[in-house]
């Protein structure tokens, strides 16, 4: 047992050296912005103007994967506020003084990142369906998932929860579709 709490203390030490080491990028304007910018769009309009975006360069045959993704979304916002407030962990700046909030919370707690897990699901989704829009898709969610750790909102290992949450949701939506 006691192993145990050795191996989750040194986990731990190094989520936080690692979070605190990718904050202190956001002291730079133009990084600050970029990824405030990248983590705004994550809230939902990048996603919601791909789905637009897919109906109306689809017509009828794109109503069917944007409501996958639609879907795919709504249950990772089930599943993430259910996490949430099961794990309650507080937010990186809000535990080490070293660390920077240079973005807005939308919720008070950190375990699993929801834009990240939003990210995931909906790219592997679009994916699915148009593997060409691969260039736009995949940097845009890794960019979002590295916004969230930049801005002090959360750590590395939230955001790889919350990208191991969305690729479940996203790989059993398609085995059931």
């Known amino acids: 047992m006691q192993r145990m709490h050795l191996v989750i203390d040194r986990f731990n030490k ?3 050296r690692l979070c605190v080491r990718a904050n202190r990028t956001s002291r730079f304007m133009g990084v600050r912005l970029f990824f405030r910018l990248v983590s ?3 809230d939902g309009v990048f996603w919601y103007t791909v789905m637009l975006g897919i ?3 689809h017509g009828a045959d794109g109503i069917f994967p944007a409501l996958h993704m639609a879907l795919a979304g709504l249950t990772g916002t089930c599943v993430y506020k ?7 962990r507080p937010r990186p700046y809000e535990v080490h003084q070293d660390i920077w909030l240079t973005g807005k919370p939308l919720d008070r707690f950190s375990f699993p990142s929801g834009h990240t897990l939003h990210a995931v699901a909906f790219c592997t989704v679009g994916l699915f369906y148009y ?8 940097p845009f969610t890794l960019m979002v998932a590295l ?3 930049v801005l002090g909102l959360h750590y590395p290992s939230d955001v790889l929860a919350g ?7 996203a790989t059993i ?3 059931i579709v």
């Open 40 to 42: 705004r769009l994550g």
């Open 163 to 169: 990208a191991a949450i969305g690729a479940t949701i």
């Open 82 to 88: 259910w996490l949430k407030g099961k794990t309650l």
């Open 173 to 175: 939506s398609i085995a």
């Open 147 to 149: 916004s969230r750790v």
């Open 131 to 138: 593997p060409a829009l691969m260039p736009l898709l995949l």
């Open 14 to 16: 190094l989520d936080s």
């Open 55 to 57: 109906v109306l360069s």
